[in-house]
């Protein structure tokens, strides 16, 4: 029996040496393993719902200012664009998006929403605030949902969606209007991710379509989504250690539709607001790489975050602009170096993060750059990696330290300092959103954190204008001028401040110095919609030059001919040169383009008051 025993245990090591190696699966590899599977398990069956509950309160109260916020900067967009407010501009958004005045991109999913909240609660801007806290809270659960798939302990998992939910670089997504599009883009992306899991797993045609579908539908929310094919293969390269073949067969048809869709937007974008920065390469990659560490220094340390960031030195002969391409390039290669010790996550989370942030670098040319190289929105996702990373090296160390302590400390010894953690960035959070109230309180803090933001001053005077502080208006303004007049070149920055100016001294009764910045701005701009649409009101207003009035107002009624306040323009325009019937006609088609602005109708009845005056008169 001895020798029967011996033979079968001998038999037994052959067979376990020839078997395959198991491959390693991301979840073994992954250093967020602080607890086993069964506790995993067990914590998710028994707190989920708590888990659930607490993230939607956790949101609820840091974001809580931004339901009282108001429309600020861009959100102009939203508040002007005439195919949002029509039941019939649906088709506009999907199929004509140029008659969405101001808009450069083409974003139809986006414009969708704005237009089925208009129908529920046309332009109350609380119901468009709680909308987009709702959809930043779904990303959230998404995110959560990811990594649980993705293996990392349903607690840790929860940790990671909480840091993102409450982090105050995510405000400007969550509470600007217009920063929607962060917050669609993102939920349609990560769904992408689960359905693309799930097409691995079962090889079906349905989760395949359904991913790409979603995909889609992520770019039509915004474009920056164009990344998620590769940081797909870095998720397969993450969980097998290579990339093969077939992944990148697979990948292909995804790859394909988004540079479909973002070249056609990039030259609709291209179209309509043509422009070119004189960076050399080197000073592009020497951006992109300070633009990195930025990002990831402010989700670590979210201290003095400004909606408009200063320019800094991109040179060649900045030092720093140097350590941080070095830097960057330091932390991939020891990252890969040491992937076989620590695991293929950390460098996986940090090519996510570079990776999804491609876009906004620098290395191509967008808008923004005018303003800052940075902007908290974008990385909004992206972050997500560099949160993930640390909480999982949090993990592994509570992990390590709890197994030096005593089994099952791994909850006790994580939980202050979490709880701590998620304070601290709910209270900036709290703070952040307080500056979307109002556009003063918005532009205040803008110009308080950044002096230099000089388009941030000039719309602080506009924002003074409206509420009739008109020497705090003039002052803003010119301050904007001084800054605008050392950037020759940006002449939409020229043409702007000189209409703020025009506006500032109409509103104190300087007539003649007005009309000469009005007349400057559109003599830097001369096809400046809103320029043309400021003089003519100006002229329209004072009783100037009704003949130029008219004509502006005409000419912008056939470039904008859904626009109503260019048809009323005309047909004050009309009223002043005694052309009272044909006056009476533009008011009916800017009525019926805005049938629910009072003041129309109020000048409506006017002119039909006037002609009935002046036919009797002429009867007697």
Known sequence: MARKSGAKKRRNKAAVAKSPRREETPARASPAGALSPADA?????????????????????????????????????????????????????????????????????????????????????????????????????????LLVRLGMPGAWAWLVAAVFAVHPTHVESAAWVIGRKDLLSSLFYIGCALAWIRFTEDGRRAHY????????????????????????????????????????????????????????DWFYYDSIEAMSFDYTLLERVLMASQSLWFYALNLLWPSQLAVIY???????????????????????????????????????????????LTPVLGLVEYGYMRYSFVADRYQYLAGAGIIALVVGAAAHGVSRLAGAWR??????????????????????????????RDSITFYEHITSVNPDAGHAHSNLG??????????????????????ALDHPT?????????????????????LEEAEQHYRRAVEIRPQFVPG???????????????????????????RKPNNPDYHAGTAAA???????????????????????????????DQVLRDIQRREGGQSE
């Open 41 to 145: 398990d067990a914590w998710s069956t028994r707190h989920n719902l708590l888990a659930l509950l607490a993230l939607c309160a956790l949101v609820a109260i840091s974001f809580f200012p931004a339901t009282m916020a108001g429309f600020v900067w861009d959100d102009s967009v939203l508040t002007q664009a005439e195919p949002v407010k029509r039941l019939s501009g649906l088709w506009d958004i999907w199929f004509a998006p140029r008659n969405i005045e101001n808009e450069a991109h083409y974003w139809p999913v986006l414009y969708t929403t704005f237009w089925l909240e208009y129908q529920l609660w046309e332009l109350e801007p609380r119901g468009y605030h709680i909308v987009s806290l709702l959809l930043h809270l779904g990303v959230a659960l998404m995110l959560w949902r």
């Open 209 to 264: 379509g359904l991913a790409l579908l979603l995909f889609v539908l992520s770019l039509l929310s915004k474009a920056i989504a164009i990344t998620l094919p590769v940081s797909l293969l870095i998720w397969h390269w993450w969980k097998r250690g290579r990339v093969t073949g077939v992944d990148v067969a697979r990948i292909a048809p995804l790859l394909l539709v988004g540079l479909a869709i973002i070249i056609t």
């Open 310 to 356: 200063p320019h800094w030195d991109i040179g060649a002969t900045n030092p720093l602009a140097w350590a941080a391409l070095f830097g960057a390039l330091a932390v991939v290669i020891g990252l890969w170096l040491a992937r076989h010790r620590i695991g293929r996550a950390p460098l996986a989370a940090v090519l996510f993060f570079a990776v999804t």
């Open 407 to 436: 089994t099952g400390a791994a909850p006790a010894i994580a939980a202050a300092p979490a709880i701590a953690v998620l304070a601290v960035l709910s209270t900036l959070t709290w703070q952040q959103s307080g500056i979307y």
């Open 462 to 483: 506009l924002a003074y204008q409206r509420e009739g502080r008109n020497e705090e208006a003039l002052a803003s303004c010119r301050l904007s001028l001084e800054q």
């Open 490 to 510: 940006d002449k939409g920055w020229n043409g702007w401040v000189q209409m703020c100016l025009g506006e500032a001294l109409s509103e104190l009764g300087r």
């Open 532 to 558: 043309l649409a400021y003089l003519g009101a100006f002229l329209v207003n004072k009783g100037f030059q009704p003949e130029e009035a008219l004509g502006i107002f005409q000419d912008l009624s056939r």
């Open 574 to 604: 009309l009223g002043n040169l005694g052309r009272l019937e044909e006056a009476l006609q533009s008011f009916e088609r800017a009525i019926a383009l805005a049938p629910d602005l009072e003041n129309l109708k109020a000048s409506r």
